[in-house]
T-cell receptor, first 114, second 119 residues
Framework: DAMVIQNPRYQVTQFGKPVTLSCSQT?????MYWYQQKSSQAPKLLFH???????NEADTPDNFQSRRPNTSFCFLDIRSPGLGDAAMYLC?????????????FGPGTRLTVL | AQKITQTQPGMFVQEKEAVTLDCTYD???????LFWYKQPSSGEMIFLIY??????QNATEGRYSLNFQKARKSANLVISASQLGDSAMYFC????????????????FGTGTRLKVLA
């Protein structure tokens, strides 16, 4: 089945130690998204790509970076994780185009910062 | 500015009964899509149902239906015959317009409603 895959599902890192989360998709969708979601809150968009075009949200901290080396893969790098970065990180895709295309989400990576 | 409002932080429903989760939205665009997602405790966001701004019929998908009232800018989710497995967080989301004009592919989410189905 076509899907969005995130690895790892659980990630533990130390305060200040860089960490990379990965996302891959078999849907061949143009758009990939990274969201941060804290407990019982709405997902917060960090950035998204349309193909290789990168779109950063104005309030995304510089500590968060992203790479999309090809259509299938997208990475989230947290350069110096703080305790406040502990959250669920969701990757999603969509076909792009117009308003009638839904997003497809991966299972998420739950990040713990010690 | 586009906005999604879910005013019910938490809801309870008895098993086998129907429940309505409220969603209102604000947009100045004529073309938009409204989406409902379910998020169980495992964390994955599961797409449930979609309603387009030009759709004249209310969307239905199995036990899920969308009560779309365009003039009131509301898109309430109705779950019929609730099951214990329906216990989850439910998010309403919106995507505006044509990307060729807006240049964006962003979806706006509401704050969610936590539904608990009681046995």
């Amino acid at each position: 089945d076509a899907m969005v895959i995130q690895n790892p599902r659980y990630q533990v890192t130390q305060f200040g130690k860089p960490v990379t989360l990965s996302c891959s998709q078999t849907l061949n969708h143009n758009v990939m998204y990274w969201y941060q979601q804290k407990s019982s809150q709405a997902p917060k968009l960090l950035f998204h790509y349309y193909d290789k075009d990168f779109n950063n949200e104005a309030d995304t901290p510089d500590n968060f970076q992203s790479r999309r080396p090809n259509t299938s893969f997208c990475f989230l790098d947290i350069r110096s994780p703080g305790l406040g970065d502990a959250a669920m990180y969701l990757c999603a895709t969509s076909r792009g185009g117009d308003w009638y295309n839904e997003q497809f989400f991966g299972p998420g990576t739950r990040l713990t910062v010690l | 500015a586009q906005k999604i409002t879910q005013t019910q932080p938490g809801m309870f429903v008895q098993e086998k009964e129907a429940v309505t989760l409220d969603c209102t939205y604000d947009t100045s665009d004529q073309s938009y899509g409204l989406f409902w997602y379910k998020q169980p405790s495992s964390g994955e966001m599961i797409f449930l149902i979609y309603q387009g701004s030009y759709d004249e019929q209310n969307a239905t998908e199995g036990r899920y239906s969308l009560n779309f009232q365009k003039a009131r800018k509301s898109a309430n989710l109705v779950i019929s015959a609730s099951q214990l497995g329906d216990s989850a967080m439910y998010f309403c989301a919106m995507r505006e317009g044509s990307s060729s004009t807006s240049g964006t592919y962003k979806y706006i989410f509401g704050t969610g409603t936590r539904l608990k189905v009681l046995a």
